[in-house]
């Protein structure tokens, strides 16, 4: 029996979760009982995976057993952009390698159509908009990053424009940013509203388990699962719970739990919103990694997303919250300096699961064995298609985009600690000092 020791458990500040409509959470697993099909994690990956297998193998029911409640972790706390492009940081363009960067960009695309047919299809309240993104710049470092993407999206033949620093006003309002490329490919919601929604919509051969944190693994012939309250023995287990998959006997030590922040703050008032100007709804990402990501919500929050921490148990730390709340007001008040008197309403942190190479790992670890782990920054739509992917390849179908992501060379292994510690502290310490205003 393989112990895991590391569980999720994060903070109760998640703007997204409380500003989306309530929902009853599925009751917890309890006892012993049987399933063909397990996916653990109910979140992008693990959302679309059960329902894809449900949907091949309509006579099975399929468990899918979530830790806390959907909604409450990392897919309910992102910002909420679901983005197609390639957005690779590893790259100087962000673009890389061309015939990679294609394969990205159909494998991004095709999340996205899966998630709006299941919004369309359920009338999910989340938001959803095609309302593009801006990238944008103001120091010399995040200007030629630009420079640099628009070369990336001109060998992808990819769609974008660039907005001036005099525009960008008339988009968001702000006349912070010196230069934005706008690219209209992006999808923006809110986070938390969609997984709730998706899981009230499952096939109804799929059970879900809310809070059901499974604690210990038995591999063999069929495999056990057990938590708290009871087991669970499958014949074949997908593992959709991202970085922490690791601590399921397979691929220890290659994934890198980040914490990202985020605050959302109250609604602006119809007089702040005329303040502001620019659209009502936009979404901005910085040009340099170590940037703040922006967003201006359908409920009129603005939304600022900067500030990283490095906890390889999993688990947040909670003093860190009032701390990048600092972060925030001030990258707030660079921005928008019109609006002094808007309060954060919510602060929170989420895990992002890193690797150091940027590949994740899709496929099979071991017999009845697989999984989908490690999405890193672009998990809405590249983990959703990978969900749905996997539980093809599983009933026997292949295609490019399997292939693509069945040929990846899998996340790199870490160095030991306390290498690994020393050398992401100061790396997440670095990017956040290199980012300067942008932040
Ligand atoms: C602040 C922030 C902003 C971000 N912004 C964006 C963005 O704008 N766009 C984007 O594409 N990505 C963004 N991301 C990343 C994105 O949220 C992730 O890539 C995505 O959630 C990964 O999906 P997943 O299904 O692989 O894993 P997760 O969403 O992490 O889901 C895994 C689930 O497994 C559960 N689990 C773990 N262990 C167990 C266990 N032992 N038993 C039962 N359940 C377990 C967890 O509770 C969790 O719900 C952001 C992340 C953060 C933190």
Known sequence: MIQVNALPDDDRACGWYHTSQPRQAKPAHSGHSRARWAVLGAGYVGLAAARRLAERFPDDEVVLIEAQEVGFGTAGRNAGFAIDLPHDIGAADYIGDLAEANKVWNLNRFGQQQLVAQVERYGIPCELRHSGKYQAAVEPRGLAVLEAYRGGLDRLGAP???????????????????????????????????????????????????????????????????????????????????????????????????????????????????????????????????????????????????????HPNGVGDRRKLMQFRENHRISFQRRFPMLPDVDFEYTWSGQLAMTRNHQSFFGKLAPNVYAALGCNGLGVTRGTASGVLLADWMAGERNDMVDFLLASPGPNRNPPEPFLSLGVNFSLWNTFRKAGLEA
């Open 160 to 310: 974008y424009e660039v907005v001036s620093g005099d525009d960008l006003p008339d988009h968001i309002g702000t006349s912070f940013y010196k230069e934005a490329l706008f690219t209209p490919g992006t999808i923006l919601m809110q986070p938390s509203a969609l997984v709730k929604g998706l899981a009230d919509n499952l096939p109804a051969n799929v059970t879900l388990y809310e809070h059901t944190p499974v604690s210990g693994v038995d591999y063999g012939d069929k495999i056990t699962l057990s938590h708290a309250g009871g087991t669970l023995t499958v014949d074949q287990l997908v593992l959709a719970n991202n970085a922490f998959g690791q601590h399921f006997g397979f691929l220890k030590g290659r994934f890198i739990p980040l914490f990202l922040y985020a605050s959302l703050t109250r609604p602006l008032t119809a007089e702040e919103q005329s303040r502001l100007g620019g659209k009502d709804f936009w979404g901005v990402i910085p040009a340099d990694p170590g940037g703040s990501t922006v967003r201006r919500t359908h409920d009129n929050r603005i939304l600022i997303r900067n500030s990283f921490s490095f």
